[in-house]
Structures are given as C-alpha cells and as structure tokens.
C-alpha cells in the first residue's frame, strides 16, 4: 500500500532547503526550517531555525533568523535573534544585528554592528549613495569632507 505525503511525521522546522551552486533565485525566500545557500539569491532571506551561506553563496539583500552559519557574502542586512557565525571566508557589507556572534580571523565585515539581548531590526532598506565613500586611514582618525 502506498504512503501518502500528507502523512508524513515531518515538522516544517526540521525540514533543510537547499540552493544549489549555479541557482539563482530572484525574489524572496521563506522557511519555517533550515535554508542552506550555495548559489545566490537576490532579495530576503527567513527561515525560522537557521540560514547557512556557503563559501560560493551570495545574497543580495536582507537574511532574518534564529541562528545563522556565514562563509559567503551578503550585501544588505543581516538579523540573526540567537547566534551569527562569520567564517573566515566570509564577507558582510552592510547592517549586521546578532545576540551573539563568532568571527574568524579574515572575516571581513563593513558596516554597523549591533549586539546583545534587545536587538533592534536593522533597517531593511539598502543605502545606495551616487556620493563615493570617503577613504579611511589606516591609523583609524576621520576623514573631514
């Protein structure tokens, strides 16, 4: 006799979707689970349990969830409630919120930080400036305009 689907025993956290190396997706991306990204997405990224960026993944837009692993990259915002990982692989530019947070040795993260127990979304939309970024020294002073 035949199973049906519809009898599964699977909850929808515990459940893993992947996007392959040479997938792109253009538009949002929604889970209650896990999403693991090894090729790239353009637009919002949730998934209620964790989002995992591989070394090849890209995402081009905003991640929000409970826990997330980063060895790719990510231009926009990044939201994790419980835990951010930032690999030594990975590269972050733009807002970043997380309770906690590891990151390796070569990580590289531009933007704004924002950590601890009350988290604040960071906002969801991009800046995009036609103004070029003032230049920063190394020795970490400002630069006047």
């Known amino acids: 006799m035949a199973r049906s689907r519809n009898d599964s025993m699977t909850s929808p956290e515990s459940v893993i979707s992947i996007i392959a190396t040479g997938m792109k997706v253009v538009g949002d991306c929604e889970t209650d689970g896990t999403l693991r ?48 990982e930032v690999q030594s692989t990975a590269r972050i530019d733009g ?33 995009r400036s036609s103004e070029p970024t003032p230049p920063i020294p190394r020795d970490g002073t400002p630069v006047e305009a």
Request: charged share 30%.
């Open 95 to 127: 807002e970043v919120a997380a309770r906690r947070m590891q990151l390796e040795e070569g990580a590289e993260l531009n933007g704004t930080l924002r950590m601890g127990e009350h988290l604040e979304a960071p906002t969801p939309q991009r800046k």
């Open 37 to 84: 990204i090894e090729g790239s997405v353009e637009g919002t990224v949730r998934a209620g349990k964790a989002v995992v960026i591989g070394k090849d993944g890209l995402v081009d837009g905003h991640v929000v969830t409970a826990d997330a692993v980063i060895a790719g990259r990510v231009t926009g915002t990044v939201r994790a409630d419980s835990r951010l």
